[in-house]
């Protein structure tokens, strides 16, 4: 251009047999789908922004164009590959709490239309991802044509219909709200229908994509394995903006899966509670360590702006919180306060034969100082608020007890904590029939209240885990883990229900160490079997709403 400036991403030399490596693909993908799902409010002027930002408005959505080369050259391996990266791509982007709707399209010499932004279930990411999944291989019968055209002029009628039935709504500029993002995923070049570049050319007339709206659309095109797939058609067919690529080659599907799946982990998005990033992190973001001087004596979770959530019983040892510090993303924080449960009484039945009783172990821990949210700290996802809805994908106003049933209606239901040394360790919380042999866990022999009666030591209010003798292997919690959080994950979102209390063994107790200084977790004693007890955020609820209400928005119970 005049400017001395590329009128799109820079050119490069190619050889026609190089590929581009999935690690290359990841971090630049990342950043362009993380500008496309950023949340409204987003500052354009973030130092620490990656990419462009799209923000949102009130009224905006998003909608996703998947489209499939179903060709006969793409054989059934190769294309099972592309219809799980398809699959991941809508399971991933749905987990975001930004408006999204779907659409599907398979074609070879025709095109196949699996579900349309159109179509109510557009924007319910189980029903698409379950068309996906009963697609098959073959659908097309022996056609071999490879029409790109056919599929992009699929997106451009449903772009239309969304404009006219605007318009017939009496809401004509609604649809400028809309952003729109095609995914083409083919495995050669196109050979019938004509040029794609032509269908591209009616969508942006339909949208009206000029200088100033040429962020409401973005075409990216993946072109896999075959030697045929050419650049230029490609880079014909996808967007062109400054600093961003979004015409790729890769060398198999695999690779393409690879990509994707390394783009979608590292899109870090604005204010979104239980994200971990990237998705192996051994320590989560949420994760707090609190501490007096240099001892770390328990853990803790953040809840968002300047909250902690930990166990009451941290606080027995009467220091005054200035001696007190939390340990979080990185950085000390003062700790200003806590407000401990009124109900928690360590020594509540002591006349009962019960030295130490944990019922209702909670506090919220204030800090001298709010803290970030994005990225590292940030904040976890707890029940009953609209954020688990957002995160578990329920419905609007979906009530405290759904959300019960949805996270611990099961017999055995897989949760992590957080270790000593900032590892995920696993456990499985009992519940139904199950919850009353991993109670009884509390009086075996050998503790202190083994003569007391289960329902004395162990209420309503707690959440049990532990090995069982022959079940699978379960991690039990140490001295010093106590406060923090007892998670489970759902579709990529992370939501705490419960605060680890107290517990039958401690495995450090012997504090010894591996040749590489790792901590070792002693077995229980024979005949014990490990019981730990997590207050259950369920059952706190009026506790947390009288905190947090300023703080969370809560769903009716």
């Known amino acids: 251009m005049e400017t001395g400036r590329w009128s799109g991403p820079e050119p490069t030399c190619r050889h026609p047999y190089s590929y581009d490596l999935p690690e290359d693909i990841s971090g630049g993908l990342g950043s362009s789908f993380a500008s496309i799902l950023e949340l409204a409010g987003a500052h354009t002027d973030d130092e620490t922004s990656l990419g462009r930002r799209i923000v949102l408005s009130r009224n905006g959505s998003l909608h996703v164009y998947l489209l499939l080369d179903a060709s006969g050259s793409v054989q059934q391996d190769n294309f099972e590959l592309f219809r799980q990266s398809a699959v991941a791509i809508v399971d991933r982007l749905s987990s975001f709490e930004v408006p999204l709707r779907f659409a599907i399209v398979s074609f070879a010499t025709n095109t196949r239309v699996i579900i349309s932004t159109t179509e109510e279930d557009a924007s319910d990411a189980d029903e698409v991802i379950a068309r996906l999944e009963a697609m098959k291989f073959g659908e097309h019968g022996n056609a071999t044509g490879t029409n790109m055209h056919g599929a992009l002029l699929e997106v451009y009628h449903m772009v239309l219909f ?96 690879q990509a994707l799946e390394g783009a979608l982990a590292a899109t870090a998005l604005g204010d979104l509670c239980g994200v971990i990033v990237p998705a192996g992190a051994a320590r989560p973001p949420w994760h707090v360590i609190l501490r007096t001087g240099v001892q770390q004596r328990c853990a803790g979770t953040l809840l968002g702006g300047r909250w902690v959530l ?37 020594r509540g039945r002591a006349a009962w034969g019960i030295p130490e009783f944990y019922d209702y172990d909670v506090a919220l821990v204030e800090l001298a100082e709010e803290v970030g ?43 992590e904590f957080v270790s000593l040394e900032d590892k995920r360790l696993s456990v499985r919380i009992k519940e139904q029939q199950e919850r009353a042999s991993c109670l009884g866990g509390a009086v075996q022999p ?50 705490q229900v419960g605060v680890l209390s107290w517990g039958t063994f401690n495995p450090c107790h012997r504090g010894g160490r591996d040749a590489e200084g790792g901590l070792l977790r002693s077995p229980a004693p024979p005949g014990h079997h490990p019981r730990d007890f997590a207050i259950s955020l369920f059952r706190i609820q009026p506790w947390l709403r009288r905190h947090l209400g300023g703080v969370l928005r809560f769903t009716p119970l």
Request: proline share 4%.
């Open 162 to 257: 969304q404009k006219e039935r605007s318009t017939r709504d009496g809401r004509p500029d609604v649809w400028k709200d809309t952003r729109h993002v095609v995914i083409l995923l083919t495995d050669g070049r196109f050979n019938v229908g004509g040029h794609p570049r032509d269908a591209v050319a009616k969508i942006e007339d339909v949208l009206e994509i000029k200088e100033d709206r040429e962020e409401y659309l973005d075409i990216y095109a993946f072109g896999v394995g075959a030697l045929e797939v050419d650049m230029a058609e490609l880079e014909a067919v996808a967007s062109h903006r400054r600093d961003e690529r979004h015409a790729f080659k890769l060398a198999d599907a695999s690779a393409l899966r």
């Open 373 to 415: 949210d994005k990225g590292l700290p940030r904040r976890i996802c707890i029940p009953c608020t609209e954020d688990a809805n957002r995160a578990m994908r329920m419905a609007p106003g979906s009530t405290c007890q759904k959300q019960e049933v949805e996270l611990l209606g099961h017999t055995h239901i897989p949760a």
């Open 446 to 495: 050998g503790l202190p209240h083994a003569n007391a009666s289960v329902r004395d030591v162990v209420t309503e209010r707690f959440l049990c885990s532990g090995q069982e003798s022959g079940g699978e292997r379960e991690d039990a919690a140490c001295k010093g883990e106590s406060g923090g959080s007892l998670f489970v994950e759902r579709r990529h979102r992370f939501l």
């Open 310 to 346: 930990t166990a009451a019983h941290c606080f027995l040892g009467g220091e005054s919180p200035h001696t007190w510090s939390a340990e979080l993303g990185g950085q000390e924080v003062s700790i200003r306060g806590w407000n401990i449960h009124e109900d928690f009484d360590i």
